[in-house]
């Protein structure tokens, strides 16, 4: 960011929120939570640069958004946002994960095929003016005067005080892809990599197969993660994604306890993953730029026992995040895990959505 000559240089690292299982009531300003890459974009003049979460820039991925931003943003500012891109009428990650390219061609290609959108929440300055140490309130009205003309692919995020909206949002806007509500303290000042927001996401069940597992980065006699399936209508099990936040101790006795199920990969029904070895890797698993370089080799267990866990919402046949687990079930039978259990959100057309004014 040292190219940029704003004099006001709020630190990149974003605002924060912790999770909380349901809308809180208070002062508080409620926001749809968007389900892309945060962002904060700089941009002094000519001059634009893309930041991220974890600090990395991100400007080159995005070069229509680098030109709506110049078209659209104050002349010298800094915006805290989200990047997403929108495939008919809802959000879809897994379209702007492959916007991630280290080929210049294909980020040319892809901003034309499946350009991006820029939602806008925060601004914490613009021309002299630092407004991080204002209070939320304020920066909203602020944020509402910066893009008061601005055009799509920027948009400024709907925000509502109402909590009886905030919950109706909560229920609706899933059907768009959104995956909850963001809730900000109208009186509080910008804090970077502090969790001083809230968000409230949505949180399912299903009662999924274990199929196999991965050892521990540090023990190989210790579980690392268990990977799960669930059966598609045509009968095949497809690999739907992980659990593996258990303690020490448990790990080390999962290890013993899936011994037994051990398997080959011609007798297990994803057969196709049977690579060299130390490379299996299941279909649909983590192939994302996140897994870059992480050994995805595991090691194939019979499909005889279940587990329920506890999941947000799906990218395409998988789980969006890590699932948690909650408890075993012996009692369900593995070909009764289905995609069919999952509940399934009304849609919702994100237009309608963006559409909406500040309440």
Sequence with gaps: ????????????????????????????????????????????????????????????????????????LPERCVVDGEIVVVVGERLEFEVLQQRIHPATSRVSRLSKETPASFIAFDILASGDHDYTTRPFAQRRQLLEQALLGAQPPVHRTPATTDHNLAQQWFKQFEGAGLDGVVAKPLEGVYEPDKRVMFKIKHERTADCVVAGYRVHATDTESIGSLLLGLYSDAGELMSVGVIGAFPAARRREL????????????????????QEEGTRTPRNAEGSRWAVGKDLSFTPLRPERVVEVRYEHMEGIRFRHTAQFIRWRPDRDPKSCTYEQLEEPVKYDLADILSIKQL
């Excluded at 040292?2 to 912790?18: F, G, H, I, Q, T």
């Excluded at 349901?22 to 300003?29: M, Q, V």
């Excluded at 904060?40 to 000519?46: K, L, N, S, W, Y």
């Excluded at 979460?53 to 030109?67: L, W």
């Design 255 to 274: 290890f013993v306890e899936m011994q037994p199920l051990i398997t080959s990969f011609d007798n297990h029904p994803w057969a196709w993953a049977k």
């Design 1 to 72: 960011m040292s190219s940029l000559r704003l004099p006001v240089m709020p630190p990149v690292a974003p605002m924060l929120a912790k999770s909380l299982p349901r809308i809180p009531d208070g002062a508080l300003s409620f926001e749809p939570k968007w389900d892309g890459f945060r962002s904060i974009i700089f941009r002094d003049g000519d001059e634009v640069e893309i930041g991220s979460r974890n600090g990395k820039p991100m400007t080159r991925y995005f070069p229509e958004i680098v030109e709506a931003v110049k078209a659209n």
